[in-house]
């Protein structure tokens, strides 16, 4: 059997996802103003001038430092709920074609991401692919992060879990597609038979045209919800679960003050002429 893997950021979507999360993650008080710029300004280097292996892992271990002793089921719940708001206005319509294209010729489809689980799995779920590999997290008992990291999906690591899947599922990899936009994933690439620059930055575009690789352009950002209908379960839930506590605290809180003036009442009467 044949698959496509497809890299996430600025390959399925124009940002990089944990950068489009950003907002998100500072206004609910994950991400303070100087993290935030930092963050933006590493992305603006990363597309004009490329990554090497050292400055990713720098990168990723203090992420996870910063990360350390939040739950994790928290984080999974604010990806899985703001989806529709960060997610949905920047994927490309180029690629969701591609996805359909090799569905339709019968390939397995996988997403390929080194952003964690947490940001992948709700976004792979919804488009409908079949596999995924994302970067894992190490959690601990009481599932709150330790600051270390399980599996990393970046580099020579998609190429490995590509080569565990393709033996699991007796994937033909000579014969399968891979599309990415980093030179970081050269190890991706180089494992298929047909490797496909998108968007690329400058290293891999030199190496695209010196191997005479195809290099696409995606250009066209559509709202993810034209194309495939947002399960928007998850926010009627919330919002529903929300409504219904405040329901419950304010009627708690009017009975404490029938109570409170019940008591004053009955105090007053108590000591008042017989």
């Known amino acids: 059997m044949e698959a496509a893997f497809f890299d996430l950021d600025r390959t399925v979507i124009a940002r990089a996802s944990l950068a489009a999360y950003g907002p998100v993650l500072r206004r609910e008080g994950y991400l303070n103003v100087p993290m935030a710029l930092k963050a933006a300004w590493g992305q603006v280097v990363y597309r004009f001038f490329g990554a090497d292996d050292d ?11 910063l990360a350390t002793g939040v739950d ?14 960060v997610i949905e206005p920047i994927v490309f319509d180029e690629a969701l074609e591609l996805l359909d294209r090799h569905r339709d010729e019968g390939r397995l489809v996988v997403l390929v991401s080194a952003s964690p689980v947490e940001i992948v799995e ?13 970067t894992t997290p190490e959690v601990d008992p ?40 980093s030179v970081s994933d050269l190890p991706m690439l ?17 190496l695209a045209g010196e191997r005479e690789w195809p290099v696409l352009e995606f250009e066209r950002p559509v709202a993810l919800g034209d194309r495939v209908p947002l399960d928007r379960r998850w926010g009627v839930v919330s919002a529903l679960t929300l409504l219904a506590a405040m329901a419950v605290w304010s009627g708690v809180r009017r009975a404490r003050r029938r109570s409170r003036a019940a008591a004053r009442d009955a105090g007053v009467r108590s000591i008042g002429p017989s």
Do not use: C
Request: cysteine-free; aromatic content about 6%; proline content about 4%.
């Open 122 to 134: 709700p976004l792979a779920t919804h488009l409908g692919v079949d596999e995924f590999v994302a």
């Open 55 to 65: 400055a990713i892992d720098r990168a990723r271990r203090t992420a996870l430092r």
């Open 142 to 181: 009481g599932g709150r992060y330790t600051g270390e990291v399980e599996f990393s999906a970046h580099g020579p690591g998609k190429a490995e879990a590509m080569t565990r899947l393709a033996a699991e599922l007796d994937l033909d990899l000579a014969a399968s597609w891979a599309y990415s936009d």
């Open 190 to 206: 180089e494992a298929v038979g047909h490797p496909v620059a998108v968007n690329p930055d400058r290293q891999l575009r030199r």
């Open 72 to 85: 994790q089921e928290s984080l999974r719940r604010l990806a899985r709920d703001h989806l529709a708001e």
